[in-house]
């Protein structure tokens, strides 16, 4: 069984930061890419960035030069650095994972960490 569970959140006003981070429980996170998504009131899961098993990251345009994501395989941590924060960013956030020999992120959800910027 897997699980994600995330931490980090918080209120924190604008222009501030804030760093999440998710730890998985299972061997799979060695051979998975990683990604932290949000979901804002009534709006749809997004996906906000990506890392690969060997660090190569890709960023939505809405966060990117702000947002900042980083592993630790032997830990089977994942962290998403927050800088310049806007009320936008305003979501509850999730990590997950794909593994490599699937093209899609997987069915696990953790209970997310709550991120509120106010302006």
């Known amino acids: 069984q897997v699980q994600l569970v995330e931490s980090g959140g918080g209120l924190v006003q604008a222009g501030g930061s804030l760093r999440l981070s998710c730890v998985g429980s299972?061997?799979?996170?060695?051979?998975?890419?990683m990604g932290w998504f949000r979901q804002a009131p009534g709006k749809q899961r997004e996906l906000v960035a990506q890392i690969s098993r060997v660090g190569s990251s890709n960023y939505a345009d809405s966060v990117k030069g702000r947002f900042t994501i980083s592993r630790d395989n032997a830990k089977n941590m994942v962290y998403l650095q927050m800088n310049s924060l806007k009320p936008e960013d305003t979501a509850v956030y999730y990590c997950?994972?794909?593994?490599?020999?699937?093209?899609?992120?997987?069915?696990?959800w953790g209970q997310g960490t709550q991120v509120t910027v106010s302006s």
């Open positions: 299972g061997s799979i996170f060695s051979i998975s890419s």
């Open positions: 997950n994972f794909r593994p490599s020999y699937s093209g899609s992120w997987s069915n696990y």
